[in-house]
């Protein structure tokens, strides 16, 4: 069974930083992608930043710059270096499995963290 587990989220001030995780479980993490995808409250689902097989990055315009995805394929782990935050990053933050090594679509998400941003 696929398994998603984020952590690391909370309050943090502006200018703050934090560092998400995503803890995979279920399937061989190293052969797929990732991604972080978020959740503003009222507000829809926002890519954040994605990582593939090979480790290649790709960030959203909003959060290049400031956050860097990174993966530890000997634990399992995903990451979201989140630095220099602004409050318009509040949000719901989702790690999510893709359907392969690159990006062709998620099919697995995990619960989230909440990340809220200040003061």
């Known amino acids: 069974e696929v398994q998603l587990v984020e952590s690391g989220g909370g309050l943090v001030q502006p200018g703050g930083s934090l560092r998400l995780s995503c803890a995979a479980s279920g399937f061989t993490f190293s052969s797929y992608a990732m991604t972080w995808v978020r959740q503003a409250p009222g507000k829809g689902l926002e890519w954040v930043s994605a990582?593939?097989?090979?480790?290649?990055?790709d960030y959203a315009d909003s959060v290049k710059g400031r956050f860097t995805i990174s993966r530890d394929n000997a634990k399992n782990t995903l990451y979201l270096q989140m630095n220099s935050l602004k409050p318009e990053d509040t949000a719901v933050y989702y790690c999510a499995k893709d359907l392969g090594s690159g990006y062709y679509g998620m099919d697995y998400w995990g619960k989230g963290t909440l990340v809220t941003v200040s003061t």
């Open positions: 990582i593939n097989s090979g480790g290649s990055t």
